[in-house]
């Protein structure tokens, strides 16, 4: 009989990916974590999704389900459910909730799906001015995401004079679109959102108001970030980051009383069913149950106080990150933060995001170019989108984040360096950079720095492996 090692260790008997899996990790160890959507799940949230709940079929809601076996699962999903109302300070009587998605992305689709009929219309923040795929962009040779190909999408946008959201535009552009929906979320954006001017607006024009908290999950829960539940009908978000959980999505949406006519009658929400069904069997199959419980973990770890203090340290971090970078004579978008990331506008140092971006991760330092409000195109964006969770979780503080700012800005210096140097096209660049030995030399002793540095701080999650 053929041996298929099914208890068999990774390490024996797939050492071909256990051996990319430690190269990895030793990535992640070595380098300096700066995405602002990425963060570092904890150990018992890894324990829970590698567990054998990913082993089981359960389509359909907890105590409804299409395959039997289910009643363990059942109890994991309602935990899930009850821990992430919990979480968010929700009464179930007005509240309900949806753990199913897959991911950010999903969620969203569901929720679009269910509430807003094909081809109806949804305003999102413009993807190159900080909003995200998933809120519908299209560019005139393609609708990009498939938001705008199975719903009309119209964006509104950031003023680039002040780099803030441009409200009134917004408002006077709705008006005439007449959107079904209107999404309040961000990818890319330091600044606090104004969900009571969104609603204002959202009701002016007879609009469902979405909040996609994606990135700021994790500081709303705690109450670091203004509080999109006050105002929205549906809340979305992805788990994995300033959340710190595994990859996953969640879908709040209200119940109850919508609004009461002048007449006295009351409208019910009717979001509950909808919903539901889009995210199954709507759009997906089984749920994912490993992730389910690890998001229930990491729900646990949001309501413990060291999550607060936590988050307050990201908020303090990015400040020092923000203050240290404009006191290098660095241009900020928006003149600061509120949150967990900066916009760093490369425009005054005559650079783009493309090369910096480059550099910084040839010395160890993980960020990712990005639009800065005004550029003139989408595909070579001026900027660097950098966010303080990810090293927190590894337990820096603010005299560290400055040792950090030292180290970006030689990698920047670096960058102009190679750049008056070489040939206008960046495949000049990516050459000198690859090739020329004295850059390759003063690459390897920054990098030499920023690896002794990172690996002072120890990676939560597994010391196994
Ligand atoms: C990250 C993000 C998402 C989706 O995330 P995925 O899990 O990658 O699909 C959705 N909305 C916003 C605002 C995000 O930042």
């Known amino acids: 009989m053929a041996d298929f090692k099914l208890s068999e260790d990774i390490k024996s008997s797939d050492p071909e990916m256990y051996d990319l899996i430690r190269e990895e990790k030793q990535r992640q160890k070595r380098g300096l974590e700066m995405i602002a959507s990425e963060n570092f799940a904890s150990k018992s949230v890894l324990q829970a999704l590698g567990s054998c709940l990913s082993n089981k079929y359960s389509e359909g809601q907890p105590g409804q389900r299409y395959y039997g076996g289910n009643e363990v699962i059942d109890k994991i999903e309602r935990l899930c459910q009850k821990r992430a109302l919990e979480a968010f300070g929700l009464d179930p009587q007005l509240w309900g909730v949806n753990v199913q998605p897959l991911s950010g992305s999903p969620a969203n689709f569901a929720v679009y799906t269910g509430v807003v009929e094909p081809h109806g219309r949804i305003m999102g923040l413009y993807l190159p001015d900080g909003g995200h795929l998933s809120h519908g962009f299209m560019t005139q040779q393609k609708k990009v995401s498939a938001t705008s190909v199975f719903f009309e999408s119209f964006p509104y946008k950031i003023d680039p004079d002040t780099g803030l959201i441009d409200y009134d535009q917004l408002h006077k552009n709705a008006l005439l679109f007449l959107p079904r929906m209107i999404v309040a979320g961000i990818s890319c954006y330091s600044r606090h959102l104004d969900y009571k001017r969104f609603r204002e607006i959202a009701d002016d ?187 927190t979780s590894r337990n820096m503080k603010e005299d560290d984040l400055k040792k950090v700012v030292d180290f970006i800005d030689m990698g920047i210096k670096l960058t102009q360096e190679i750049h008056s140097s070489c040939g206008p096209m960046l495949k000049d660049f990516k050459a000198k950079l690859a090739e020329d030995p004295d850059v390759v030399a003063k690459v390897k002793a920054v990098k030499t720095q920023v690896e002794e540095f990172a690996l002072q701080f120890p990676l939560p999650g597994f010391e196994e492996w």
């Open 205 to 391: 024009v007879g609009a469902y108001l979405l909040a996609d908290m994606a990135h700021v999950s994790g500081l709303v829960a705690v109450g670091c970030a203004p509080n999109p539940f006050e105002y929205c009908d549906i809340v979305s978000t992805t788990t994995h980051k300033t959340l710190r959980g595994p990859r996953s999505g969640i879908i709040f949406f209200r119940k109850g009383v919508r609004k009461t006519l002048k007449n006295g009658e009351k409208v019910m929400y009717d979001l509950e069913k909808k919903i539901n069904d889009a995210v199954f069997p709507g759009l997906q199959g089984g749920p994912h149950n490993h992730q389910i419980a690890a998001v229930a973990v990491a729900l646990k770890q949001v309501m413990d106080p060291a999550f607060k203090t936590y988050q307050q340290q990201v908020l303090s971090n990015a400040k020092t990150l923000c203050s240290a970078l404009q006191s290098k004579g660095y241009y900020i978008v928006s003149g600061g933060t509120d949150n967990h990331l900066v916009l760093l506008d490369l425009r005054p140092n005559k650079l783009d995001g493309a090369r910096a971006e480059k550099v910084l991760e040839e010395i160890g330092i993980a960020v990712n170019k990005n639009t800065c409000p005004g550029d003139k195109s989408a595909l070579k964006p001026s900027g660097l989108r950098i966010g303080t969770p990810a090293l």
